[in-house]
DNA sequence: ACTTAACCGAGACGGTACGTCGTGTCTTGCC
DNA sequence: GGCAAGACACGACGTACCGTCTCGGTTAAGT
């Protein structure tokens, strides 16, 4: 629900969502407008560099604003903290992926999502989700941002797949979402994150088959 | 007792592994032998700046000299990485814990850890182990330090639980120990780290409801 | 009344010179005329703020703007320095002021007129022409400002007034003037700058009395 | 008298001055002593960069550290302030010069080192002096410095050659040494800093004929 | 009345230098 | 040879101003 951003860099003014009753004006504020560009290249710049090096720790603004082409003032006049802007970068990243189907099997939908997830894990774009999650653990602005425009857009969309499931009667009534779906996801990212087992996409299979299969007819609450 | 470090400096002198009656070795260097005091006195200042501060990426080794009365040479001298140091201080206090009981039940005997677990991570001590997970994501040898001093002890004692579960039937013979555990596990680690859902005691239970419950006339493979 | 700055940027239009009656050029170019109260209002600013601060290195153009209300494009659309500035500034705060009297007597002229630069030293105005002086050391342009707009205009009053003196016959024709006055004025602006004696009043009359009374009868080439 | 240092950085450790009874521990501090060779590379940097550039406004200590191969913090550890700095830099060149002869002529005597002082002022070492009077208008301590490290030492030897004066007949006994010796050299720093006459060596001879001829028969008090 | 042109405030922009902090290394004298 | 103390070269930090630039909005003179 939360969708706001980490301190949100807003919209103050550009072509900004409409604005009440009033027809006629805008309401720009005054002065130099924001530099699109310069938004967008800071954030292409962040997102290449936490690729490449040793990753959130090891970033640093200053490479980040020199490879934008950008004062390090820029960076820090929208950004409160490396961190935010990070979580800006990625969230910008993730927009429209990782949808989950819809087959008319419970099983099927959640199994063929989980090893999208799975996919960006091993991708380049895992170091990224990575770094997010290991700085959200000295910095709970982070965290949430990682909650607020990855875990809850997704978790939304999964609770309409198990609820689907419900309806079929693949799940029992009054099953808790919360709770199977953190069993799901859990193994994964605990795999993904501890790197004790190597994470194949089968695993999720795997799981599926543990969790999903066991709850047909047993209680899930 | 003396725990090395990662990336294992091994035990030049000082009063280590006792070797008075051993009579092929008793060859000590020359030198002033390393203090124990300044040794421990760094590792427990490291811990308690660990669970202050942000965090592992906040943590420096000037402020743990400082708060050890210990020059930072001595710091350098025998740990050669933040993270080791981190790593070893984590071990030194990673005592006899989280043993696993043996009640006759798989079910009970896991669930009851698990619950010892969670109690960890909802402790100050969780937050050093956050911090080594965190760390963990930039460098390997940290990771590797948290699987070799927490992750595989623990899992040995758990094969021997589940083992005893096959043994007694309650689990199919053949079952995959290390997807069964991770399925317990994982979304245990998955609230603690997203904070996305309170971490409750109570958890351990529904997991292990959830996961081993539908095993016992299931197949996990 | 229109004081240009240093790099003249001339008058372009606005209700400056006035040109009412001259047949030549009633030109006013179209558009906007500067305005007159943000000119002053940034003059204001700039002598307060010269007053203030750690003189002229530390007055920043942003504070002035800040401080007058002004765009910081305002300010550089009319003056192309700082130097230009403070010296424009200061110009204009250079009313009328130490003029020499006529007595009758070169020693009592030029000693009431020192002893009123005294007191300009010693006062708030003092200050900047310190700055004025110090900033001059590494801007030519600014100490030619100086020059022009406060030193020449009194020295050619003094001129006048050491004139009288050789016709009075108190001073031998063929004075050098300039060396008589530098010979004056400069123990005064030593002790002013360097502030190694506090600078009273009464220095004048002890200089006028060492140089000029040794004058009437002495050589001064 | 004072003849500290703007702010002692004075020394702490090294071949230091005789300490009293203790013949047999000069009483080092600990730790590792200040890197002489980085002390006067500094110094050295600085003086040529300000001999360069506009001033001592321009002269940057990122520049001073990047030129004298030192990290910035050195600069910082040991010198509070650009300030300091210089005018350490500035004593630190200003060791055995300006001595006043012993002709058995005050006029004689004044009128050499006075040619000595604008013929330092006239050369590059000039800028120094300029930059250190400039800067110190708006820095106390620095103005402070100035008259600590080179007016003092010099007045204390023009007050013995004045005495020599006083002593010979040359002067009147009781002359205010303080009001003579400013009313000598303020002419020639108002030239040498206000530039409005060109600062020629005969202007020492000049001045002196015009002060010093008028004393040894008229009162100076 | 309408256009045109220059002004104005606000404030974002790419930069540069600031003074501070932590890094990992080194150099001392003492133990 | 370990140890504390602490100076060293280095590099990134986050801030302050620089001088430039774009905005929307005046304010007149010249149509």
Redesign the pocket.
């Known amino acids: 629900m939360a969708q706001n951003h980490v301190r949100s860099a807003g919209m103050?003014n550009g072509s900004n969502g409409r604005n009440g009753s009033n027809g006629t004006?805008p309401k720009?504020?005054?002065?130099?407008?924001?530099?699109e560009e310069?938004?967008q290249?800071i954030l292409r710049s962040t997102l290449k560099l936490l690729k490449q090096e040793g990753g959130f720790p090891d970033l640093?603004?200053?490479?980040i604003a020199a490879d934008a082409?950008?004062?390090?003032?820029?960076v820090?006049?929208?950004w409160p903290?490396?961190a935010a802007l990070v979580a800006d970068a990625f969230s910008a990243s993730a927009e429209q992926e990782l949808q989950f189907p819809n087959t008319g099997s419970v099983y099927t939908d959640m199994r063929l999502q989980m090893r999208g997830l799975i996919r960006i894990f091993r991708s380049q774009r895992g170091k990224v989700v990575a770094a997010l999650l290991a700085g959200g653990q000295s910095d709970p602005e982070l965290l949430e941002a990682y909650r607020d425009r990855f875990l809850w857009p997704r978790r939304r969309q999964a609770y309409q797949t198990l609820q689907r499931g419900v309806d079929r009667g693949e799940l029992p009534a009054g099953s808790n979402f919360d709770r199977i779906l953190d069993t799901l996801y859990g193994p994964i990212l605990m795999r993904f994150l501890i790197r004790h087992v190597k994470l194949e996409e089968s695993f999720a299979d795997e799981v599926c088959g543990l969790v999903l299969k066991g709850l047909d007819h047993k209680a899930a609450r």
């Open positions: 103050r004006a720009r504020t005054p002065g130099r407008p924001r530099s310069s938004r290249s640093c603004i200053e490479a082409n950008v004062g390090k003032t820029t820090y006049r929208w903290t490396k």
